[in-house]
DNA sequence: TTTGAAAACGAAAACGATTTCGATTTAACC
DNA sequence: GGTTAAATCGAAATCGTTTTCGTTTTCAAA
């Protein structure tokens, strides 16, 4: 059904040779039969067969993204990046979803891999602590950048905030606003990330004289930065302490869980407890109080990670090849209600 | 670099047809030489390469998806939907982003036909009032499903909610808790879920005695459903009317606008002034007061989505038409705090 | 031993575009 | 007119797989 090559070709009793180097501007074609060409070829819409392109040139003009999951504030920013980038350079995005499943993150790989798209981003598991599957990608010379959710021992581009400035800085917030016992909700243990915040964290409070205490950081039983992680972790620190006057929670989300829970327990935010959040959601602007945050820039995240992709992209099918680079994008600091106490103490 | 079938062929003293048709068991080989040729191929872990087997098979087992927003609570969880089913399937799904543009999505589109995927989900953006590039598609015999923001006149399957129903029930939800007076934030002119919420608001006032007064319907002159558009309404309200006691509104995130346009205001929500949402975001079930509103299936839509798409991409492979069809999936009310008045009127 | 059918294999033509390299035509100059 | 260089063109190989269809081999039945 499509026009082909050789049906322009024909009509024009010229060879299949002449007609595709007439579109692409060959230097040994006439301008007349490149003009009658060019003239034919858009009368009849001609779209040159994308999978035999793609077979020649051994490229598919397509990328894939691998990140743990879709709905959710920061992610869906990302994906946003770099579908806007990517579209600028003509390249379109494959999206996969790991649902923070080492297995399905590997399966996902592998299946990228085998439909060639022309390089991966990618966003690790929560579970993924095995490598493997990623080096062999970069091994069969695959253009790879992760982001955000990184591997250090793996040799590739890396786009990424700095978690723990970003965590100090919150830390220090609460101790400058005159918090003096912080406790910490850190989410799940393994991600690079949850590591550096709660890096951070500790480094604050010993920055500022005030000592390091296990016994205030809250894990995540369930594995995901979840509202129920919130609630529970809240629940479980009001029975556990009552001296507790400020916290620094890994993830907006369960910051609300904790806000919710602690409300309904009748403890004030932020009088009694002041609260830092992490990411900057949409959400932390239009609750009560409003939270404050880390900006986490995921927008410029994936515009950056699809350039830094795009040119180890172009740079391999030239044959050159470039030093993996770690771009560490700016967070800021955002005080809201949930840090602006209004009785002094 | 990777392996390819002549090579396997080669290893093995066979021609490639026989090394072919071993691997996807033809009758017309020995088991001998189909145990040879898949013990090699595992060995040296051949891949079929993807482009040469789109060329022959005109199929690229990717399918691509246009909606307006990919940061969007609905939409997102659509995606998921989609791409949840699509893997079951060996599918992969490519994401574009019309940006709510009406010459994004029709040079999208176009992108995704040069490209050929197998066939195309789409939910229309608001801009949208030509349908040619949908129909165009269409006629090049590529499936076409909409989804949620669809297009009446179109001949294709379409995978919706009932709009006018759920509204009718959100208002009259509204009627029941005894709200006299009831306005309607109504989102842009012109989609058909902006309409058809329109009719449903209206019909459920006409059935229950209530005139329905044109003043008292707030259109949205930004063109998108914004947190900004909820504020700007709730405040033209205010001025407007003192005795306005329920608001249906087009969306969540315009209701939370709104509330906190209200809070800021003095209004009490419910007991002044009761409102019912719009799609069940996650977040009205965390912000104070808890928002009533209609639960919109975005998992499910996407997951019917796609099985609807798959049996048009199978039946139109096998050369057999399927009719169009237009499922309807279920949406349910979500009674919550921002309707449950606390004193009697 | 011949015959015939069934089993096993492979040559070759697709799929549609790209690109190399040789062939032909045209124009230009002496 | 003859020679040469430049301008145009096209045959054919290639990318890697699939599939048709004809060929060879095998082996049991006659």
Redesign the pocket.
């Known amino acids: 059904m499509?026009?082909?090559?050789?049906?322009?070709?024909e009509k024009l009793?010229?060879?299949?040779?002449?007609?595709?180097?007439?579109?692409?501007d060959?230097?040994?074609?006439?301008?007349?039969?490149?003009a009658k060409v060019k003239a034919l070829a858009k009368e009849l819409n001609?779209?040159?067969?994308a999978?035999?392109?793609h077979?020649?040139?051994?490229e598919s003009k397509t990328i894939g993204v691998i990140i743990p999951e879709v709905v959710h504030h920061f992610f869906s920013n990302v994906i946003r990046g770099i579908i806007s980038e990517a579209e600028k350079k003509g390249y379109l995005v494959i999206i996969l979803q790991s649902n923070e499943s080492y297995d399905m993150e590997k399966k996902q790989l592998e299946l990228l891999m085998k439909q060639q798209v022309d390089g991966v981003l990618i966003s690790l598991a929560n579970g993924t602590n095995n490598f493997d599957h990623i080096k062999k990608a970069i091994q069969q010379n695959k253009p790879v950048v992760m982001f955000d959710k990184i591997a250090k021992v793996v040799n590739c581009s890396k786009i990424i905030i700095n978690d723990i400035d970003a965590a100090y800085n919150a830390t220090k917030h609460l101790i400058d606003i005159g918090c003096k016992k912080i406790a910490h909700f850190r989410g799940p243990l393994l991600p690079q990330n949850s590591i550096d915040r709660f890096i951070g964290y500790k480094r604050a409070l010993e920055d500022h004289d005030m000592k390091y205490d296990p016994s205030l950081v809250y894990l995540c039983e369930c594995g995901d930065n979840s509202f129920e992680e919130g609630k529970i972790n809240a629940q479980q620190l009001h029975q556990d302490f009552n001296d507790v006057d400020g916290i620094f929670i890994n993830t907006d989300l369960v910051a609300i869980g904790a806000i919710t829970a602690f409300q309904e327990l009748g403890v004030n935010i932020p009088n009694d407890i002041a609260i830092v959040g992490f990411s900057n959601w949409f959400m932390s602007t239009v609750i009560t109080p409003s939270i404050s945050t880390i900006d986490q820039p995921g927008y410029a995240m994936g515009q950056t990670s699809f350039n830094q992709l795009y040119k180890e992209i172009k740079a391999q099918k030239y044959g050159d090849y470039v030093e993996p680079e770690t771009i560490t994008l700016k967070t800021e600091l955002l005080k809201r209600g949930s840090t602006q106490k209004t009785i002094c103490n």
Chains 1, 2 share one sequence.
């Open positions: 499509p026009i082909t090559l050789k049906e322009i070709a009793n010229i060879s299949v040779t002449t007609a595709s180097k007439a579109l692409k060959y230097a040994d074609v006439s301008p007349k039969t490149k001609y779209q040159p067969n999978f035999a392109v077979l020649r040139t051994k």
